[in-house]
């Protein structure tokens, strides 16, 4: 469901991302203890079917992350087998601390199989670091902006809704980097399938207004 959230056959999906054949985005998912696990996708539009590649963690790391999905999109181009071969030898390593970096190593008879690649943490990043706030501005007026700012910083509800899923997970990420040095505290869902939208409904209706 987070992979293809959109609703409607692959037809309608399709038609919907004709400009982009390679889709990065992310989502997250909240437990009800509060801690999150983060999900960090590269989508093929121009396959058939289309794939997508997701890695979920409890580590938050767009940077790391989206360089793994850069190995894999190149990769694929190769063939699926060259991204399952690497994605093997990935696994076999144990995640750095921050600041550190560890080889990844494939090797096969195929020479578009084999490949060294050095996969680095970093020491500390924000959403800011990672987050083109262009395509915020270029996509809403600054006095929207201004005004959903206010909303997050007063801890209202706010929903946003694209029919690019790309530009809906990058303007998300994007409004909340502008709360630094403030971080959101509540359930923050950048990517929601239609078919879970009731979490974001209120489950009880708003009290009257006052007379």
């Not at 790391?61 to 690497?86: C, G, H, T, W, Y």
């Not at 209202?156 to 809704?161: A, G, S």
């Not at 029919?163 to 303007?171: G, I, R, V, W, Y």
């Not at 909340?176 to 399938?193: E, G, M, N, R």
């Amino acid at each position: 469901q987070f992979c293809f959230p959109e609703e409607g056959d692959y037809a309608t999906i399709l038609s919907n991302n004709k400009k982009n054949k390679s889709q990065m985005f992310s989502f997250v998912m909240t437990a009800t203890d509060g801690s999150k696990q983060f999900g960090y996708c590269r989508r093929f539009m121009h396959l058939r079917p289309p794939e997508c590649y997701c890695i979920v963690s409890f580590v938050s790391s767009f940077r790391m992350f989206n360089d793994i999905l850069d190995i894999i999109e190149k990769r694929r181009k190769a063939s699926p087998d060259a991204v399952l071969m690497f994605l093997g030898a990935l696994l076999a390593n144990p995640l750095p601390d921050p600041g550190g970096s560890f080889t990844v190593k494939t090797t096969s008879a195929g020479k578009h199989n084999r490949g060294e690649y050095t996969i680095t943490r970093p020491a500390s990043e924000t959403l800011s670091d990672y987050v083109p706030l262009g395509s915020l501005f270029s996509h809403l007026k600054v006095p929207q902006i201004v005004e959903i700012w206010g909303f997050l910083l007063a801890e209202r509800r706010v929903i946003v809704t694209s029919s690019d899923l790309q530009l809906l997970s990058t303007a998300t990420h994007a409004m909340t980097s502008l709360l630094a040095p403030f971080t959101w505290q509540h359930v923050y869902i950048p990517i929601l399938p239609k078919a879970l939208v009731g979490y974001v409904c209120p489950s009880t209706p708003p009290p009257p207004p006052p007379p």
